[in-house]
């Protein structure tokens, strides 16, 4: 639940457009409150469940949890450095909506080169609150309970909702998928030539993974990462993965999913969060989240005799 704050500093929000002027808090934030809720105002210690969108000045979205599909969530800290985004938060109350703009020089160490792409002075953030648990006088024990509560009735709205983002991706896309008894959804987009793999096979295989709402994830070929501005980590191999079918080394609906293929073969796997990474979660990934993979069956390697 404690996710750094930096992360929420950079990777963010989304409502209203600027209406009226902003103001200034030390160290030179600027924010502009758009929707201003009756209710205390977020004070340190305090649960806040936030959506953010941050873009640059001209509109152009770095990161958002909306794509994400899930608000980012983190205790306020009773500390904060000047000209830190958190200060603004303390001028925000449940359900409040507000931009905020921080310099980019104020979120850049010393030292640490402007990234390609980002012009102008400030970096905007739209925040909206979505939640928050004052901690007030509460024991640690019952505000953590509280907080647990609450992310658990947020967590079991989100699988409740999933049937229903499944069939809207699919028809959405206009996909005619073929689904499996355990809920696995798949298209062959090329046949391949001869037998399909089995469990004890090693399945050498390219693909790339993104989430329902577009957001990508991950993809062996470095093509496919550079087209969606992947950061590129020059120590990361872009080849084929092996992968044991039947070990239980990938998700479930990998497993069964390369039953399908045979050498040559591409296909969409549309997986459901209870064949994938599941309440946990990954990294990148929410839980109980859908995820969409483009595979390629280059290769069937057969265990020796």
């Known amino acids: 639940m404690r996710k750094n704050l930096m992360f ?14 902003f103001k200034q808090l030390d160290g030179g934030v600027l924010y502009n409150i758009h929707e201003d809720k009756s209710g205390p105002t977020i004070q340190p210690g305090d649960f806040m469940s936030l959506n953010l969108i941050m873009k640059t000045e001209g509109d152009s979205v770095l990161g958002s949890t909306y ?8 205790v306020m800290p009773k500390e904060q450095r000047k000209g830190d985004i958190t200060a603004a ?37 739209e925040v909206k609150v979505e939640k928050v648990i004052p901690k007030g006088n509460l024991t640690d024990s019952v505000f953590q309970a509280k907080i647990s509560d609450y ?6 709205k989100i699988k409740a909702a999933e049937p229903a983002k499944l069939k809207k991706y699919v028809e959405d896309n206009k996909l005619k998928t073929t689904i499996t008894p355990s809920g696995l959804q798949y298209v062959i987009t090329k046949p391949g030539t001869g037998p399909t793999a089995a469990n ?46 039947g070990e239980g080394k990938v998700i479930k609906g990998w497993d069964e999913g ?48």
């Open 151 to 156: 992310l658990k009735a947020e967590a079991d």
């Open 200 to 245: 004890g096979d090693t399945a050498v295989v390219n693909y790339t993974c993104k989430l329902l709402s577009g957001k990508f994830i991950q993809s062996s070929i470095k093509e496919v990462a550079i087209k969606e501005k992947a950061q590129i980590d020059p120590r990361q191999p872009f080849e084929p993965i092996h992968i044991p079918i």
């Open 89 to 125: 938060f303390l001028k925000l109350s449940e359900g409040d909506s507000a931009t905020v703009k921080l310099t980019i020089d104020s979120i850049l160490k010393k030292g640490v080169p402007r990234p390609p792409g980002i012009k102008g002075k400030y970096i905007v953030y």
């Open 67 to 74: 794509e994400i599909g899930t608000p980012s969530t983190n």
């Open 8 to 21: 929420i500093a950079i990777a963010t929000l989304g409502l209203a457009s600027c209406k009226g002027g």
């Open 258 to 305: 390369l039953l399908l293929l045979n050498k040559g073969a591409k296909a969409t796997f549309i997986i459901p969060s209870n064949l994938a990474w599941d309440e946990q979660g990954a990294p990148s990934i929410p839980p109980y989240s859908p995820v969409v993979f483009d595979v390629e069956m280059v290769d069937i390697i057969h265990p020796k005799k």
